[in-house]
DNA sequence: TATAAAGTTCACAAAGATTGAACTACGGAA
DNA sequence: TTCCGTAGTTCAATCTTTGTGAACTTTATA
């Protein structure tokens, strides 16, 4: 990891790539973490913070896997590796997309007292 | 598959869920073929519109994780398995989520030339 | 230089995807 | 009813992807 790290260029940000990087758990919520985290977060930190007993290598290609899809950027600051969203070219690749599934997520994290109760599981 | 087919209550539908039945390319246009198909299509429909060269066993799997994931809802008529789009339950779930999704879509299916070009590939 | 911290890469085991073949379900014709 | 054709599912084998510990690289600091 010695050169400047690739990350794809806006163009080539597809909805399918971006969504398979959001389609794992523990990626959606690192990217909330993200999300919140206007200065960046390194793979330590946004392990600490979730939580999560994962083995650094794992955390690595979670990363990876954000990176290559276009969702997040990283730089090196000293050892670490810190990433932040990469907000402007989503927003110009898809406007209003990860305002809508981070929406959906924060929706979903609520307790369901918060929500409306919807008793019936009508299908369709 | 003489039984209902489980659908998951919408309570029962996650983000996650969701994001993975949608991260693949070929499921992620089935489903447009069947939001364009308020009747509702069938695998082989599906795959005849698509194009694509798919194994009977193959669409059928990519229709049960559809499935799964409460995305699509499907019942039997005559021989066929006809399945649409549970359009109100995500809707009441996740306001707005799919709308974005297949916006999304949409706008990366536009040909390069309909949309405002950017060469800038800025990071972040 | 030596040591430590932060990540990456490698290799292997475990889990998941793809697909042809066999099977089930249904409808229609004889 | 029985037989046949169509539509999908299930099974099993193969292939691919993912998760992980160990070893390695990079950077900083004593």
Not at 24 to 39: G, H, K, N, Q, T
Not at 57 to 65: E, G, K, W
């Amino acid at each position: 990891m010695s050169r400047p790290l690739a990350h794809p260029a806006a163009a080539a940000v597809t909805l399918a790539g971006l969504l398979f990087a959001l389609a794992d758990p523990v990626r959606l919520a690192i990217v909330r973490e993200l999300l919140r985290s206007p200065a960046g977060l390194n793979c330590t930190e946004a392990r600490a913070r979730l939580g999560l007993a994962m083995p650094k290598s794992t955390c690595s290609q979670h990363y990876r896997i954000l990176r290559e899809s276009g969702l997040i950027a990283s730089e090196r600051r000293g050892t670490e590796l810190v990433s932040h969203v990469r907000a402007q070219v989503l927003t110009e690749r898809f406007p209003g997309l990860l305002e809508s599934v981070f929406g959906a997520y924060e929706r979903e994290c609520q307790p369901a007292g918060r929500r409306r109760a919807s008793r019936a599981a009508a299908v369709g």
